[in-house]
């Protein structure tokens, strides 16, 4: 019987790559600002690139473990990790018998798989681990979102109280179809500065985490792509300020 296997960490990253592509393309346009309907197409886009970004994150470390039991049983599903030692894959094999591996955290997932490859985990308070953990943190509020009020300068300085504003500000340029004075989150944050660094964020994460587990993957594709984009939105804002 002919089987396939589907490649589900590509498919995710080319997605988010398209997503925050799109958002690029409207937030290049200056006119744009003042249609609220376009605002709301670039809103989509960035969810829906954060929510790819992290499907890229979930999907590439399960699949990680996968390849590890193929290889380790003669299957060839995964040449870039064909270096590591059989000993080191036959554990990864085993990780899915562990009690409550499903359920355990996606960057738990990679610092277990870093451990049991015989390596140091990921340090969890310097990049690029805490670029991911907000990476995740973003997308969580966003699945997990409760109503809640977000305070507002009575000055109209549009000075946001959310958290998400000391976590996040200064990492990436904002929004550029927004109010300079609305509330940083969602308004300023959700734009195609916050898509590309999310991206660009993961794929950094996920090629480190291959070289540290003593791999190789190479992603180098799709931020050539995106970088592309990311010119032209740049090109963008640098006419509209002169």
């Known amino acids: 019987m002919a089987r396939t296997l589907m490649h589900w960490p590509r498919e995710h990253l080319r997605s988010a790559v398209f997503f925050a592509g799109r958002s690029a393309r409207i937030e290049a346009n200056p006119r744009n600002a003042t249609k609220p309907e376009i605002g709301f197409q670039n809103l989509a886009y ?42 080191v894959l036959s554990r990864l094999d085993g990780a899915w018998k562990l009690p409550d591996f499903e359920r355990t955290s996606c960057l738990d997932k990679y610092d277990l798989a870093l451990l049991m490859a015989g390596n140091a985990a990921f340090d969890h308070g310097s990049d690029p681990y805490q670029s991911i953990a907000l990476i995740i943190k973003l997308r969580n509020e966003l699945v997990h979102t409760k109503a809640q009020w977000v305070e507002v300068a009575s000055t109209g300085t549009g000075k946001s109280r959310h958290r998400f504003e000391t976590q996040f500000r200064g990492r990436f340029r904002e929004n550029q179809l927004t109010w300079p004075k609305a509330v940083f ?58």
């Not at 399960?62 to 049983?73: C, E, K, M, T």
């Open 46 to 87: 960035v969810i829906g690139c954060i929510h790819a970004t992290h499907s890229f994150l979930e999907s590439t470390i399960n699949r990680f473990y996968f390849d590890a039991g193929q290889v380790s049983q003669g299957i060839l599903t995964d040449r870039d990790i064909t270096v590591l030692a059989p000993e």
């Open 185 to 242: 989150y969602p308004n300023q944050l959700l734009g195609f500065g916050c898509a590309e660094w999310c991206v660009l964020r993961s794929i950094s994460f996920v090629e480190s985490f291959y070289t540290r587990a003593g791999g190789h993957k190479d992603w180098s594709e799709f931020t050539k792509l995106l970088t592309k984009h990311a010119k032209a939105a740049d090109r963008a804002v640098a006419r509209r300020r002169k």
